[in-house]
């Protein structure tokens, strides 16, 4: 439920109620406004409270029931946008981040390859999994731990922030050594022990939408997470299947500004899961932060032609030069910027 206070309502008066609605068993998210305090409330689900229990305390003003099935998820339970802060990364404020990388870690020399390209780019941080779901069980599975360690090395040498997918519950120790954000891949997303044990976690995870969720379904997974006690979650659409069959995925622009509408959670786009073909990730990129993206994760490669898995939606390193040269005059236009530190070069098409 959502708790308004009095517009002149005390610091006490606040205190109050708040200690009132712990002592019923609710866990409280308290945000302040310009003009009144606003309260959110969430029930273990043991004990259902009567909010005319609440509407009687003093100081408040009015008492109101989150109909979504996810709570403190919803904007409703916290109106102010939630920003997932790694040193000077904030996910969800005024910059658009940019996550880019390979799709696995090969070698060394590819995963250092990717890493100053992406950084000269302006990515802020690097994406490559150890641990791959394949659709074909002989299909390549990631190095695991020596991958972690390739891509943390890369990572640190260039100043990056590293995003990496985590599988199953016993990966996440391990993972958690190497990775500064936790990924969970469209097959994971209702895998809810998962999802809980990375409530328990202390780094963000990033959710990407299942390949036929719907957004609340979607939501409802980053509200285990939340439930959980993390409250540093990044929602990623990468698209879903649909009866097309021109593209890997069909890349659901509208669900950005819808979640944005729904949710206080930043939003990220992965335009290269979008498509499955790396000729059309620039145009998906571009309309994903014309949308209102808070970030782009995207696949970049040194020789895509010859990557191991995903080549074909891999970027060249000219390639996104390029896409990020565009993305900086895109992004002003809307009210947003996108790493001004790094200068693109011009890059030839392909």
Not at 256 to 283: E, F, N, T
Request: hydrophobic content about 40%.
């Amino acid at each position: 439920m959502i708790v308004v206070m009095k517009e002149r309502a005390s610091e006490s008066q606040v205190d109050s109620v708040i200690a009132r609605l712990i002592e019923l068993g609710m866990d409280v998210h308290r945000s302040s406004g310009s003009t009144r305090t606003v309260l959110g409330v969430v029930g273990t689900g043991k004990v259902q409270v009567d909010k005319e229990i609440i509407e009687i305390l003093d100081g408040v003003h009015e008492v109101m029931r989150i109909t979504e099935p996810y709570k403190r998820a919803s904007r409703s339970y916290r109106p102010d946008k939630t920003i997932v802060t790694l040193g000077d990364v904030r996910i969800g404020g005024d910059e658009v981040i940019v996550m880019a990388g390979p799709c696995s870690a090969e070698t060394e020399e590819q995963c250092e390859a990717a890493a100053a390209a992406v950084k000269r780019a302006g990515a802020k941080v690097f994406r490559g999994g150890a641990f791959k779901p394949r659709s074909s069980p002989y299909s390549f599975q990631g190095h695991g731990e020596a991958g972690l360690k390739m891509l943390r090395q890369a990572s640190d040498a260039h100043g990056l922030k590293l995003i990496s997918e985590v599988m199953d519950v016993s990966q996440i120790e391990l993972i958690a050594k190497y990775c500064d954000i936790f990924q969970v891949g469209a097959r994971n997303m209702q895998n809810y022990t998962l999802l809980r044990e990375l409530g328990h976690a202390r780094k963000p995870v990033l959710v990407k939408r299942g390949i036929s969720a719907t957004i609340e379904e979607w939501l409802l997974s980053a509200e285990y997470i939340l439930a959980g006690g993390n409250n540093d979650v990044i929602l990623c659409e990468r698209g879903i299947r649909t009866f097309e069959t021109a593209t890997r995925n069909t890349f659901d622009i509208s669900a950005i500004p819808v979640v944005h509408k729904l949710s206080h959670l930043p939003v990220v786009a992965d335009p290269s899961h979008g498509a499955g073909r790396r000729d059309m990730v620039p145009q998906l990129a571009r309309a994903a932060v014309a949308a209102g993206a808070d970030g782009l994760l995207i696949e970049v490669h040194a020789d895509p032609d010859h990557a191991w898995s995903d080549g074909a939606q891999s970027m060249y390193p000219d390639q996104f030069d390029r896409l990020m040269a565009e993305l900086r005059i895109i992004a002003p236009a809307i009210g947003r910027s996108i790493c001004l530190e790094a200068v693109s070069r011009p890059g030839r098409s392909r």
